[in-house]
């Protein structure tokens, strides 16, 4: 990745990439249905679909009957599996743009991910993203996304207030908040504005251009989230 739209003027964004940035749900829930047998568990429907994503990760897994130690093991076989159809994958509505819009603008940003180092990187090549950001960091990790941006805000030379992580989970608005960064919840991904509000996250928008306009705002009040 290029180092090139490093910037030290305006905030670090940190992505996540599943539901945020690239439209895997559907064929998530597709390869999903398709091992859900395996592990004796019952399919789920478009509708449930839609319920499901009112509840925040915990209560999910406990609403499937996936237990913490099978959900590891899933995920590891559904990116496996992902990676195989990750050339399906498209972009979210509106996310090309936005990427742009704030590479543009001056923002530094980089990806943070469960899902594969190959697959985010092929989904950004695919879509010709490569240069706007500035890293990748990606792949199962045992000690968790907080752990994580902790590490990246140590790697960039940045301050925790000066950074945002954007992320369509609960558990990513967690892990910002482990790591004492500014979390900002995307409405559009795994999780609903019902169940993303319930971690009081610093931003919540439900569209990527509402992203932009959050991310400006930022600046302009100084790094600061409104009140």
Same mark, same amino acid.
């Given at each position: ?13 940190? @992505? ?9 749900? $559907? ?18 429907? $478009? ?18 009957? %996936?237990?913490?130690?099978? $959900? ?5 076989? %559904? ?27 001056? @923002?530094?940003?980089? %990806? ?39 590490? %990246? ?6 301050? $925790? ?23 900002? /919840? ?27 306009? /959050?991310?400006?705002? @930022? ?9």
């Amino acid at each position: 990745m290029s180092a090139s739209h490093t910037s030290h003027q305006k905030p670090l964004l940190i @992505f996540d990439f599943d539901g945020t940035l690239a439209d895997t749900l $559907a064929v998530g829930v597709e390869i999903f249905n398709d091992v859900a047998g395996d592990y004796g568990l019952k399919t789920v429907s $478009a509708e449930e679909v839609e319920e499901l994503r009112k509840l925040n990760t915990r209560a999910l897994l406990d609403r499937l009957g %996936i237990s913490r130690l099978m $959900a590891v093991k899933m995920a590891a076989r %559904i990116r496996h599996l992902l990676s195989k159809r990750i050339d399906e994958v498209p972009l979210m509505p509106g996310a090309e743009k936005m990427i742009r819009d704030l590479s543009d603008a001056g @923002f530094g940003m980089g %990806i943070l991910s469960s899902n594969a180092v190959d697959n985010v990187r092929r989904f950004l090549a695919h879509y010709d993203l490569e240069n706007c950001f500035h890293f990748v960091e990606a792949g199962a990790s045992l000690f968790g996304k907080g752990s994580r941006l902790r590490s %990246i805000l140590k790697r960039e030379r940045r301050e $925790a207030p000066a950074v945002m992580y954007v992320g369509d989970e609960t558990r990513d608005m967690e892990a910002a908040r482990d790591a004492g960064i500014h979390g900002v /919840a995307v409405c559009w991904g795994a999780n609903g504005r019902e169940a993303m509000l319930t971690e009081d996250p610093d931003f919540c928008v439900d569209a990527p251009e509402e992203l932009v306009k /959050a991310a400006l705002a @930022f600046v302009k009040a100084g790094n600061k989230a409104p009140e």
